[in-house]
């Protein structure tokens, strides 16, 4: 039987799941999208103060791959000393209730 659902063989071509487990996929970034979603705005160190057990590291790597992405838009301040902002994209934003649904799921099954 033939079908024209381009997810028929999972994690092929085309997947939708895949290609949303390729920028969403790993340890924080589903909670950086949850805890900016919160807060609209955020600086580095108060990301980095929130998300329990993240390093310099993995929020750097992470806000990166998420700016790249078009998930985080990033702006930086010409100011002594130079502040920069981490906001949702409204990409970003469409896909917070799916998130929200998953960690409701969570909550009620495991």
Known sequence: ????????????PGCGIKKVL??????????????????????YGEIRHSVIGITNTMLAQSLKEME????IDRH???????RVEYSLTPKALSLV??????????????
């Open 1 to 12: 039987m033939k079908t024209t659902d381009p997810c028929i063989s999972i994690g092929g």
């Open 22 to 43: 390729n920028i969403i996929g790993g340890k924080w970034k589903i909670l950086i999208l949850c805890l900016m979603n919160e807060k609209h705005k955020m600086r």
């Open 68 to 71: 790249k992405d078009g998930l």
């Open 76 to 82: 930086q301040y010409n100011e002594m000393p130079v």
């Open 97 to 110: 209730p799916i998130l929200m649904n998953l960690k409701d799921w969570g909550i009620k099954n495991l």
